[in-house]
């Protein structure tokens, strides 16, 4: 099973457990205020390692919308289909006038997500 590792905690995965759903199942408070549809980047990550070379069209619409493709991916649009290592960027406890993280995700990517090489975006 693949290792995700977050803030010095390591656990594994089944190949389908979204990535924002590990690193909060993780214990760790990461953002997902728009419930993982891809329209806020509140879950926004860093990948020390591991990063996959795929992306959805809704996060690269999103990011690229918001300035930050190429800086940040969206954890609620990867799976856990390998090891990676990454770094939330906005949770509970960084986060000003924060209460909750937002509604859980669900278990699967929304919107219906088709993985498409990053280059078909031309992201490298």
Same mark, same amino acid.
């Given at each position: 099973?693949?290792?995700?590792?977050? $803030?010095?905690?390591?656990?594994?995965w089944? $190949?389908?457990?979204?990535?924002?759903?590990?690193?909060?199942?993780?214990g760790?408070?990461?953002?997902?205020?728009?419930?993982?549809? $891809?329209?806020?980047?509140?879950?926004?990550v860093?990948?020390? %390692?591991? +990063?996959?070379?795929?992306?959805?069209?809704?996060?690269?619409?999103?990011? %690229?919308?918001?300035?930050?493709?190429?800086?940040?991916?969206? %954890?609620?649009?990867?799976?856990?289909?390998?090891?990676?290592?990454?770094?939330?960027?906005?949770?509970? +406890?960084?986060? +000003?006038?924060? %209460?909750?993280t937002?509604?859980?995700? $669900?278990?699967?990517? +929304?919107?219906?997500?088709?993985?498409?090489?990053?280059?078909?975006?031309?992201?490298s």
């Amino acid at each position: 099973m693949p290792t995700l590792t977050v $803030a010095g905690k390591t656990a594994e995965w089944s $190949a389908d457990k979204r990535l924002v759903n590990a690193i909060e199942d993780m214990g760790i408070h990461i953002g997902h205020r728009c419930g993982g549809q $891809a329209r806020c980047t509140t879950c926004r990550v860093t990948f020390i %390692s591991g +990063e996959p070379d795929t992306m959805t069209a809704a996060e690269y619409q999103k990011l %690229s919308e918001r300035g930050l493709l190429g800086q940040y991916r969206l %954890s609620c649009q990867i799976l856990c289909t390998h090891d990676m290592e990454v770094e939330p960027i906005m949770t509970l +406890e960084n986060q +000003e006038g924060w %209460s909750d993280t937002g509604p859980r995700p $669900a278990d699967v990517v +929304e919107p219906v997500a088709e993985w498409l090489p990053k280059s078909t975006f031309g992201v490298s």
